[in-house]
């Protein structure tokens, strides 16, 4: 899965086809993520919740799949296709490319790095 907590992504199927929000949680194992704002439902609690002392219904974000959604591209600020750049040397790391060519991100050696040149 190339989607990761703090990603903005656009839902490009369901009902929330359209909403741009911030990755809150990953799961890889079952390749869903949860989005701000997207596939929200309701959830009954009685009184005494943490959440909600008098009790009632709490609008909570559901998982999606993480096929669903698709990463911005920083320059056009759109939804894109990416991938991997391999390096060409070993010292360097992988690279997330957005289909413009952009560069999204590192990814394996040192992530926090700023991005090459390229």
Sequence with gaps: MRLKVGDVVQVVAGDDKGTRGKIVRT???????????????????????????QGGRLSIEMAINASNAMLIDPTTDKPTRTRIQLPKTKDEPKL???????????????PSATPADS
């Design 27 to 53: 799961d890889r194992e079952k390749n869903k993520i949860v989005v701000e704002g997207v596939n929200r439902a309701y959830k009954h609690v009685k009184r005494g919740h943490p959440k909600a002392p």
């Design 96 to 110: 997330l490319v957005a289909k413009s060519g952009a560069v999204l991100r590192r990814i394996g050696k040192d």
